[in-house]
């Protein structure tokens, strides 16, 4: 093939497929997750299971015109909301888009959003907005989604009924904010079941931002 990934980064993508299958954040072939390297996206193929794509299978896509570039295999199939982020958001090297049980759960009620209730989530993941149902694998999908992640004040999307969208400057960041998001939601959930959800407190969220061990954290997250 003409474009190669590299050693490393096949290592991280496989790594993170590998996780996000183990910690059922997706079942069967659901999910897709992509990473940019100069004017290419690499993404998953569709009508895979992420824990089963092989180092040759990862699919490059022109991000200008969207041609793929792979001899046999086709993109994922929500290859365009990919695309548009990637052409918008010029911060954002890595997508992972998944379907974590528990966030779907919750957000697929009168909950539009899950509350800050512990640190990692106000430091590593911030607000979270969300959009309502749209058919999946659609450009109505992906128009959707980019009107709201077009801003670079969110690194992370609630699909209602559907599932989860995060963006890093590279794929362990976007990575981490899906795990962290799934456990909030896992937090949410026990809290109301056993009492009444305390969310941490406007003050309490900007003490968190201004810490300085904080800043050192993400520097590193961003370096990736
Ligand atoms: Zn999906």
């Not at 888009?97 to 430091?123: K, L, Q, R, Y």
């Not at 609630?158 to 963006?167: A, D, E, P, R, V």
């Not at 300085?212 to 961003?222: D, G, N, T």
Request: with cysteine; net charge negative.
């Amino acid at each position: 093939m003409e474009y190669l990934l590299s050693k490393d980064d096949v290592l991280k993508l496989s790594y993170i497929s590998q996780k996000i299958v183990d910690k059922q954040l997706v079942v069967g072939p659901g999910g897709n997750i992509s990473i940019r390297t100069n004017n290419i996206m690499w993404i998953s193929p569709s009508g895979f299971a992420l824990d089963q794509i092989q180092e040759d299978q990862w699919v490059p896509v022109q991000i200008h015109n969207g041609q793929s570039l792979h001899p046999t295999l086709r993109p994922s199939s929500e290859i365009a909301m990919h695309l548009e982020i990637y052409r918008n958001r010029k911060d954002i090297n890595a997508i992972v888009h998944t379907h974590p049980p528990i966030t779907i759960g919750i957000i697929s009620t009168e909950h539009n959003e899950i509350p800050a209730m512990f640190p990692d989530f106000v430091a590593l993941v911030g607000k979270v907005p969300f959009i309502e149902y749209v058919v999946p694998c659609s450009t109505e999908l992906a128009n959707s989604v980019i009107n709201i992640l077009q801003d670079p004040a969110y690194n992370a999307l609630y699909l209602k009924n559907h599932g989860l969208i995060t963006l890093g400057t590279n794929i362990m960041q976007a990575y981490y904010r899906t795990e962290i998001i799934e456990n909030a939601a896992k937090v949410f959930w026990v809290s109301k079941t056993v009492g009444t959800p305390r969310a941490l407190l406007e003050h309490e969220i900007q003490e968190i931002l201004n810490l300085e061990a904080e800043k050192y954290r993400q520097k590193l997250l961003e370096r990736g």
